[in-house]
């Protein structure tokens, strides 16, 4: 029988915060692990991270603002049922989450899956607050907040430290500490839609020192959270 792995919903639900290249990261931590993960994709006005994947990985796409992308999504997770599927969320998702959100909520125990959540913040407020909404329609997922490392040092997210979010959150999740990339590598791989695997063969040797030091940062982090047979560490 084959291994159920989770469904990672990399979140955050406004442009910027970094979703994008948490998912890549992901993508690529999951693939060097040994286990089989599938992307869908639901920014499909700009699907970037799919374009980037879709030579390494299975993709589709679905757009999540209204109930034939939810039903969709879910009948991709069903299909699927022997790989980790990777959730990359759209901007705007966040109306689309209230309305139709439950229909993935009210499936999970059929599809045997876990919903895991890796939201994605910056040091601003709506980051939050956002969360907060998602987590009405989802309450009982295990949550793991990223605090980018583009926007600064951890002890620089006052706010969210700060909050009674977090400590809500870190009874079940982590707080994660997602490396900045240099710009120079950052811009290489959003420009030549690229994967990490692929950046890694094909990137300049001074850009492959910076990519495999950052990569080895991301896979500290993610060990942390996700083990080689998919089970979700609890604190």
Same mark, same amino acid.
């Given at each position: ?18 979703k ?20 869908? *994709?639901? @920014?499909?006005?700009n ?5 980037? %994947? #879709?030579?390494? &990985? ?5 757009? +999540? ?17 022997g ?6 969320t759209?901007?705007?998702?966040q109306?689309?989450v ?12 059929e ?37 980018n490392?583009?926007?600064? *040092?951890? @002890? ?8 009674? %979010? #977090?400590?809500? &959150? ?5 707080? +994660? ?29 001074g ?29």
């Amino acid at each position: 029988m084959d291994t159920v792995h989770p469904i990672y919903l990399v979140g955050g639900s406004k442009g910027g915060v970094g979703k994008s290249m948490v998912t890549l990261a992901l993508a690529d931590y999951l693939q060097r692990q040994g286990i089989h993960a599938v992307l869908l *994709e639901t @920014d499909t006005s700009n699907p970037d991270v799919m374009k980037a %994947l #879709r030579d390494d &990985i299975k993709c589709a796409a679905y757009n +999540l603002d209204d109930a034939d992308g939810w039903i969709g999504f879910v009948n991709f997770c069903d299909s699927h049922r022997g790989a980790a599927v990777i959730v990359n969320t759209a901007a705007r998702n966040q109306t689309g989450v209230t309305r139709y959100g439950g229909t993935l909520a009210r499936t999970l125990a059929e599809l045997q899956r876990q919903l895991v959540v890796l939201w994605v913040i910056n040091r601003q407020r709506d980051s939050l607050e956002l969360l907060h909404i998602f987590g009405q329609t989802f309450p009982d997922t295990l949550t793991h907040v990223v605090r980018n490392g583009y926007f600064g *040092e951890p @002890d620089k997210f006052t706010l969210y430290q700060e909050s009674q %979010l #977090r400590k809500a &959150i870190e009874t079940k999740g982590r707080s +994660l500490d997602f490396p900045d990339l240099a710009d120079r590598v950052a811009d290489e791989l959003r420009s030549q839609r690229i994967s990490i695997r692929k950046a890694a063969e094909v990137m300049q040797i001074g850009q492959r020192a910076e990519l495999f030091r950052w990569r080895e940062l991301c896979d500290a982090m993610f060990s942390k959270v996700i083990s080689i047979e998919g089970i979700i560490h609890e604190q």
